[in-house]
């Protein structure tokens, strides 16, 4: 196939991304292993105005394309998790009197998955349908993220990793350094918009899910020596992940606390008192409305509010 821009709509000097165009033959020849494609250039689009030409073959499929696009070190091998299922749905059918009646049809849906996790924090994603990018995700990337959060919580419980007062990791946690590229093939995909860009097709979440779960827990519980090992590396590192994440919020909120003690205003009747001398600190009970009342925080005798106007109206006064 051939064929040449139009000028009356690119302008003169318009030309190919030569990056662009390696990207997706790269990205192609991953997806689809055996296949070989040769970008060519005749018109000096490369590097300083040089020509030539870039072949691409990958056998390894998916597998190498996660490797290709990890950045850090890993920490278990590159998991790969294939599996499939059946849906029906009702779509209209040409009957043979020229008619479409709606009919009741079972599609099959494939499911391939290339994941594994690294040192690092990012998570790097790519999700497919039929070789179709779909960079904005849609019901099969749900369905991964949902099976990896599940299984994960069920493996930490049933081993005790986590602790009984303890939340379960999200899903932040479970893909915190993880690299994934999910692949789903099936007959006449529904996408959301004209670009195609998400993925519609209802059944692929519980399908998706079903597979990564059983495949998942499978390696997550195995019992060979280094496959358990890498497994307990991954959740050791997914409860890490969520320890840091919580004592982070904590951390946070103290902060909002602390500023909102300190940036109070208060109304020009009264006065803000402090003093780290606590024979000098006191507490005043008095009457009135909750914003004459100003009690200081536990364990910290330091702090001390105290106002002109309340100290002739105090009921009792004591010290701490």
């Not at 990205?27 to 040769?38: D, N």
């Not at 350094?177 to 918009?193: D, K, M, S, W, Y």
């Not at 959740?235 to 004592?247: L, P």
Request: aromatic share 6%; hydrophobic share 35%; proline share 3%.
């Amino acid at each position: 196939m051939r064929y040449w821009a139009d000028r009356q709509i690119f302008l003169k000097e318009a030309k190919l991304a030569l990056d662009t165009l390696h990207q997706r033959a790269r990205q192609t020849a991953f997806l689809v292993p055996g296949l070989t494609i040769v970008v060519r250039d005749e018109f000096g689009l490369g590097e300083g105005g040089s020509k030539g030409e870039e072949s691409f073959r990958f056998d390894g499929g998916i597998s190498e394309f996660c490797e290709f696009l990890a950045a850090d070190r890993p920490v278990c091998d590159t998991l790969r998790f294939t599996g499939q299922g059946t849906f029906k749905e009702t779509v209209p059918v040409l009957d043979e009197h020229g008619q479409m009646t709606p009919t009741e049809v079972t599609r099959e849906l494939g499911v391939d998955v290339a994941m594994r996790w690294g040192t690092g924090y990012d998570t790097t994603f790519r999700s497919f349908v039929n070789i179709i990018a779909t960079p904005k995700g849609g019901t099969h990337v749900a369905g991964f993220e949902q099976a990896v959060a599940k299984t994960m919580n069920e493996v930490l419980r049933t081993k005790k990793m986590l602790r009984v007062a303890e939340d379960d990791i999200v899903k932040d946690d479970a893909l915190e350094g993880l690299t994934a590229v999910v692949t789903v093939r099936l007959a006449e995909p529904q996408f959301e918009g004209q670009t195609k860009e998400v993925l519609g097709t209802s059944a692929a979440r519980r399908i998706v899910n079903t597979v990564i779960s059983k495949e998942l827990k499978a390696f997550l519980t195995s019992t060979k020596r280094d496959d358990a090992q890498q497994a307990r590396v991954v959740m050791e590192k997914a409860v890490a992940a969520a320890r840091t994440r919580i004592a982070a919020r904590q951390h946070k909120d103290a902060q909002r606390r602390k500023t909102a003690l300190e940036s109070s205003s208060l109304p020009a009747k009264l006065a803000d008192c402090r003093s780290d001398d606590v024979d000098r600190s006191e507490l005043f009970i008095v009457e009135g409305t909750p914003r004459s009342a100003r009690r200081s925080s536990p364990g910290t005798p330091s702090s001390r509010r105290c106002c002109r106007s309340a100290a002739r109206s105090s009921t009792s006064r004591s010290r701490p």
